[in-house]
């Protein structure tokens, strides 16, 4: 009889380690979740599978171990894409979501990572507030761009960090939150 729960466990561990290996990618690629999903961004809401307020452990049961944790703030990124994952530990709950390098998330009405900010403010309208902020040395002073009462934010590479003159490029980031004090450049 005890050698029938010795095999039981035995098969149990071989199963678990199995699964575990289907979930971890060690070379980075997104989560099948993530390449499935719909790629809809919607402001204040989700970026495609993930939405503000899921808890992490859903998260993580959603897309599996991130390839990267870390950051002033506690992040979980997902693939050679950096699909960004922001966590409020105190409330266990998704507060930012964020996309860089990635085109295919897009909002309904077409603003994804890349967008100039003219192409912005025609797809969206004015920004709801604009502001130049202190970055890591190597990117100069960004902008970050906030639509949709700062629902979703568009972060510029501008090395004077003037806001009066339009950011050379397309968006660095896209970030979704449920508040613009929420909107943090998660790129590590």
Known sequence: MPYRHLQKAVIAVVLLTLTACAIVDPQGEEPAALKSSDHVVVPGDRIGPVSLGMSPKAVYQLLGPPSWTGGAAFLWRYGDSAFYVRVDNLHSQIIQVAVHNDASFHTAEGARYGTTLQELDRILGAPYRMESYTSW????????????????????????????????????????????????????
């Not at 040395?137 to 700062?150: M, T």
């Open 137 to 188: 040395p190597d990117r100069g002073k960004p902008i970050r761009a906030g639509f949709n009462e700062g629902k979703i934010a568009f972060f510029f590479e501008v090395p004077s960090g003037e806001l009066n003159s339009p950011p050379p490029g397309g968006a660095a980031v896209l970030s979704i939150q449920r508040t613009w004090e929420d909107a943090v450049d998660l790129r590590q």
